[in-house]
């Protein structure tokens, strides 16, 4: 089974919401506390899908605010060099800061990351400054849900989420929950199922679908039940190891098994996986090879040092999928 979208349109993806700095333990297996150099990358969810598409040739936008430092120049000029159009990134006059994330790798599956995420410059992107002429030029406006976390973030998203459905421009709402942004459960229940409600395509953890229903140990079936009975046609479901699974409203339901490799740290996949899922959707290919694409990126990644410098090209992805060595 294909998806469908308006080839007319001259961006394959806008991304909306955060770019910060990721700051990567050089030192593995070790704490914070005795780690003492990291490395430098662009980080943030919808930032990392962005870079991810692009490097596997889609024409990708972004609508974000950075800080007006060195940070904020950075994140610009490392994106318009990854190919993404950065014309519709505000640069912030109100002293606003860059978010920092301080990452800590104790071993392949204990990592941890440690945020700076008060007074952030992408929290402060207004609702006047979504153009509504640069959403319309997009197949596919992926927002993330952090951006959801603080006014006035929040109505922009809800802005260009409004100005996608007007337009016929597919929604993709990347869960992308950080608790650290949010003040309750309820709070981001609330904004999680206004913005879910609206979406085509939802992609998310099994955790991170509990975090927007409020619920423990949600059922899949439930989950998407509620959703079709709204604007979602797709919605994907990851369940780490496990592998992920995809759910059409049609009735079909499709499952990718997660592939084998040397997992160095376990951020990063969330957001590979979200950009080579795009990027296999808007390229023709049909929902279980797409589901493929997904989890042979967020493998990729889970084996490198970054996320947004990890991104895979499309001839990586085909190399492991070929493989077929799967957990």
């Given at each position: 089974?294909?998806?469908?979208f308006n080839n007319k349109k001259e961006l ?37 899908v962005a870079i991810g ?275």
């Open positions: 089974m294909n998806y469908t394959d993806v806008i991304a909306i919401g955060r770019a910060c700095i990721d700051l990567n333990a050089n030192e593995y297996n070790q704490p914070m506390e005795e780690t003492m150099t990291f490395t430098k990358y662009v980080g943030g969810s919808p930032a990392n598409s692009a490097k596997l040739g889609l024409n990708v936008g972004f609508i974000g605010k950075l800080a007006d430092d060195q940070h904020g120049r950075f994140i610009e000029q490392y994106m318009r060099n990854a190919g993404i159009d950065t014309s519709n990134m505000v640069t912030d006059k109100e002293g606003h800061k860059t978010g920092l994330a301080f990452t800590e790798i104790l071993s392949p599956d204990e990592c941890s990351i440690l945020m700076y995420r008060d007074d952030v410059a992408d929290l402060y992107l207004e609702p006047s400054e979504v153009s509504e002429d640069y959403i319309q030029q997009a197949k596919i406006l992926l927002v993330s849900g952090t951006a959801l976390a603080k006014s006035p973030s929040r109505e922009a998203v809800l802005k260009a989420v409004s100005l996608a459905k007007k337009h016929g421009v597919k929604i993709v709402f990347e869960l992308d929950y950080r608790p650290y942004t949010w003040t309750s459960p309820d709070e981001t229940a609330v904004y999680y199922m206004l913005v879910a409600e609206q979406s085509d395509i939802v992609i998310g953890t099994r955790d991170e679908f509990d975090v927007m229903e409020n619920i423990k140990n949600g059922d899949n079936n439930a989950t998407i039940e509620n959703l079709f009975n709204h604007s979602a046609d797709l919605v994907v479901i990851k369940h780490g190891v496990e592998g992920s699974y995809a759910y059409a409203k049609t009735g079909e339901t499709f499952r990718a098994r997660a592939y084998k490799t040397n997992v160095l740290k376990t951020f990063g996949a969330g957001d590979s996986y979200a950009s080579a899922f795009l990027y296999a959707l808007v390229s023709g290919k049909d929902i279980e090879t797409a589901l493929k694409y997904g989890s042979a990126s967020a493998s990729i990644v889970v084996s490198k040092h970054s996320s947004s410098d990890a991104m895979p090209i499309a001839s990586d992805i085909e190399q492991l999928i070929e493989a077929g060595v799967h957990v």
